[in-house]
């Protein structure tokens, strides 16, 4: 079983960055896809960004593409998340998770949640 812990969120000003990262235990990290979602308060759970197993290939929806970049190093068994040019309605909890189905944006098909790191972006 693969169990997340994410890290490195925080306060920042608009058009700032963070780099959060999601470290994960276990021997089966580079056997899965992974994903970034967050959750702003009382609104669904939002896909970010996901990476293939190797690293070779991410993808992002329209509202983050171009300020976010999702990374790995399967030697550290982590995954992380740059996040530049932040914008207020970035503010959420934003969680890793992975996932056998790269391609889906669908949190259903995404597993292991890691609890959290709250990331506020002021104006």
């Known amino acids: 079983q693969v169990q997340l812990v994410e890290s490195g969120g925080g306060l920042v000003q608009a058009g700032g960055s963070l780099r959060l990262s999601c470290a994960a235990s276990?021997?089966?990290?580079?056997?899965?896809?992974m994903g970034w979602f967050r959750q702003a308060p009382g609104k669904e759970r939002e896909f970010v960004a996901a990476?293939?197993?190797?690293?070779?290939?991410?993808y992002y929806p329209d509202s983050v593409k171009g300020r976010f970049t999702i990374s790995r190093d399967n030697a550290k068994n982590t995954v992380y998340l740059q996040m530049n040019s932040l914008k207020p309605e970035d503010t959420a909890v934003y969680y890793c998770?992975?996932?056998?189905?790269?391609?889906?944006?669908?949190?259903?098909?995404?597993?292991?949640w890691g609890q959290g790191t709250q990331v506020t972006v002021s104006s």
């Open positions: 998770a992975k996932t056998m189905q790269f391609g889906s944006s669908r949190s259903k098909d995404f597993g292991s």
């Open positions: 276990g021997r089966a990290f580079s056997n899965y896809a």
């Open positions: 990476i293939s197993r190797t690293g070779g290939n991410t």
